[in-house]
Structure formats: C-alpha cells, structure tokens
C-alpha cells in the first residue's frame, strides 16, 4: 500500500529507488504515518478525521 502511493506521489523511478538501496518498505503503523505525510504534502488544506 506505502508503496503504490509513494510512487504516485514522487514517480515510479524513485519508488523502485527506495527499495533497489536496501531501504526498508514501511509497513503497518510507520506505512500508515509516511501516507499520512504524503497526502499532506499533495494537499495542504486536507482535514484529518
């Protein structure tokens, strides 16, 4: 899931990137969190439920 949304948010290129350097893909709550920092940087203005 982390992944599919970092590449739509940065590019495919730098998805394949993260994980071609040894960086570990996030996963449950740190996932959940790095989805949350990339919807907010798409959308300031977005509201948290």
């Known amino acids: ?3 599919r949304r970092y590449a739509q948010a ?3 290129k ?3 990137q993260w994980s071609d350097i040894g960086r570990p893909i996030p996963e ?3 996932a959940r ?3 949350r920092e990339l919807e907010a940087r798409r959308d300031p203005h ?3 439920d």
Do not use: S, T
Request: charged share 45%.
């Open 1 to 3: 899931m982390w992944f």
């Open 10 to 12: 940065e590019g495919f």
């Open 14 to 16: 730098a998805a394949v």
């Open 28 to 30: 449950g709550d740190e």
């Open 33 to 35: 969190e790095r989805i």
């Open 46 to 48: 977005r509201r948290e």
